[in-house]
């Protein structure tokens, strides 16, 4: 094994629910915000947080990774993933660019295609449409390509002969702009191919808890193969700067009574197979739960951990701020020293 950053990644669900501590939207914001200023204290690396419209979780990102970078000062922040069927690339460059300066350059966009949503189709009650010829998933990379474009900083737009203010010399960028966030955007990969391509483009790749099933194989042998995938593109295009890796986990180190009523009988020991649609077989990665010295030798035969520079640890968001500080506290102390990926 080899040196990580190790950050979390939060849903940011909320239910009325008296057994959970998160009952509303107000709660989900607040306490993320939390988590991340108490993740930094820990020695956390990242605080990262998932997208999802139509449904009781995190939803809008930017409000929310700004109020944290101005909460916290070394952590990095970002979001796995933003999916790119909703964004107006634009808009979305000029939010990312006022984010990632209030954070002083700290933020790690992740961004993708998306995921089966809560709504059909709900992308278009945002006001986009496929071009002719493409499906959803083609609007998402061409949104994604805009994006990445305008991120250079280069200008694009004629200017007003007779503007407001001034302007300087030439064709005008958006702005705010920030300088090297074009080299922390992330795609989330579903498959092989994706990752290739996001390589190709110069993103960095996440890769989650669950891909397409193209081999039969297990979860976590598919997805270093996918890594290897990607890496071996990445060297191929020739890009000068070394990308980084994330995957992400479910990892509970049984250290009390608390963790074992929990997670102790944990019936997510297993990869799981299912369909993210009608045509999508998708392989979805275990959960770890158990004493820290059986986790260990358990962590140790997951080869994209291996493979990879960034581990992010799911949590379970409703179980509120104090007892996910202390999940992660725990593979911070107690796991990650054993198995390399700290001092």
Request: aromatic share 8%.
């Amino acid at each position: 094994m080899s040196m990580k950053k190790i950050g979390f990644l939060s849903f940011g669900h909320w239910t009325s629910s008296p057994q959970s501590a998160t009952r509303t939207a107000a709660d989900a914001l607040l306490q993320s915000i939390d988590l991340a200023v108490a993740a930094e204290e820990l020695g956390a690396d990242g605080a990262y947080f998932r997208v999802h419209h139509f449904a009781r979780q995190l939803a809008s990102p930017f409000p929310l990774l700004a109020a944290i970078g101005a909460r916290t000062r070394h952590i990095e922040i970002g979001t796995g993933v933003i999916d790119m069927r909703y964004e107006n690339p634009l808009y979305m460059a000029e939010s990312a660019g006022a984010a990632d300066l209030i954070a002083g350059g700290r933020l790690q966009l992740g961004i993708s295609r998306g995921s089966p949503e809560q709504v059909i189709d709900g992308w278009r009650y945002f006001g986009y449409e496929p071009a002719a010829g493409e499906n959803e998933s083609d609007m998402a990379r061409r949104h994604t390509e805009a994006l990445l474009e305008v991120l250079r900083g280069e200008g694009f737009a004629k200017p007003n002969p007779q503007p407001m203010f001034a302007n300087p010399p030439g064709l005008l960028r958006l702005e705010p702009w920030s300088e090297g966030l074009r080299e922390r955007i992330w795609w989330g990969a579903g498959s092989n191919a994706t990752a290739v391509w996001a390589a190709k483009l110069g993103m960095n790749l996440q890769s989650s808890t669950l891909k397409d099933d193209e081999t039969g194989e297990p979860f976590h042998i598919q997805q270093a193969q996918q890594i290897r995938a990607y890496r071996a593109a990445w060297a191929e295009a020739g890009h000068t700067r070394t990308p980084r890796v994330s995957v992400s986990r479910s990892i509970f180190p049984l250290m009390d009574s608390r963790d074992r009523a929990w997670f102790g009988s944990s019936r997510d020991d297993s990869d799981k197979v299912g369909f993210l649609d009608e045509k999508t077989s998708a392989i979805f990665g275990r959960s770890y739960a158990a004493e820290p010295e059986k986790l260990i030798e358990q962590l140790k035969q997951d080869e994209a951990i291996a493979e990879a520079d960034t581990l992010l640890l799911t949590v379970p968001n409703q179980l509120g701020v104090d007892y996910n500080v202390h999940v992660i506290e725990a593979v911070l102390r107690h796991i990650a020293p054993a198995m390399g990926w700290r001092d």
